[in-house]
């Protein structure tokens, strides 16, 4: 199983950027949809933003959409998420995603998560 993990998480201010790396090894994600959730503490488990396989097809939620671009180096094995205009509701730990099976369409709801990263905080505060 691909194992995940994020980095670029960190303590920012409210306005500012910041870019989230997932890097994968023991498997390539060449054929896998890979998405970027968040949990904030009391919240359940949310999709931020997908992209399939061949990176033409990308969905971001409601909440982040403008401020958000999911992107992936199928090359480098990893995939990014970054965050501009950040605000104190994005603080949360952020998880990095693959798809339960190969050339899946939708990566929309944890039940659709074959493999997780083990997490980055993410705290946006003045």
């Known amino acids: 199983q691909v194992k995940l993990v994020e980095s670029g998480g960190g303590l920012v201010q409210p306005g500012d950027s910041l870019t989230l790396s997932c890097a994968a090894s023991?498997?390539?994600?060449?054929?896998?949809?890979m998405g970027w959730f968040r949990q904030a503490p009391g919240k359940e488990r949310e999709i931020v933003a997908s992209?399939?396989?061949?990176?033409?097809?990308?969905y971001y939620a409601d909440s982040v959409k403008g401020r958000v671009t999911i992107s992936r180096d199928n090359a480098k094995n990893t995939v990014y998420l970054q965050m501009n205009s950040l605000k104190p509701e994005d603080t949360a730990v952020y998880y990095c995603?693959?798809?339960?099976?190969?050339?899946?369409?939708?990566?929309?709801?944890?039940?659709?998560?074959?493999?997780w990263g083990q997490g980055t905080q993410v705290t946006v505060s003045s």
């Open positions: 995603a693959a798809s339960a099976s190969p050339f899946q369409r939708q990566l929309l709801l944890p039940t659709d998560v074959g493999s």
């Open positions: 992209i399939t396989w061949s990176g033409g097809t990308t």
């Open positions: 023991g498997g390539t994600l060449d054929r896998y949809a």
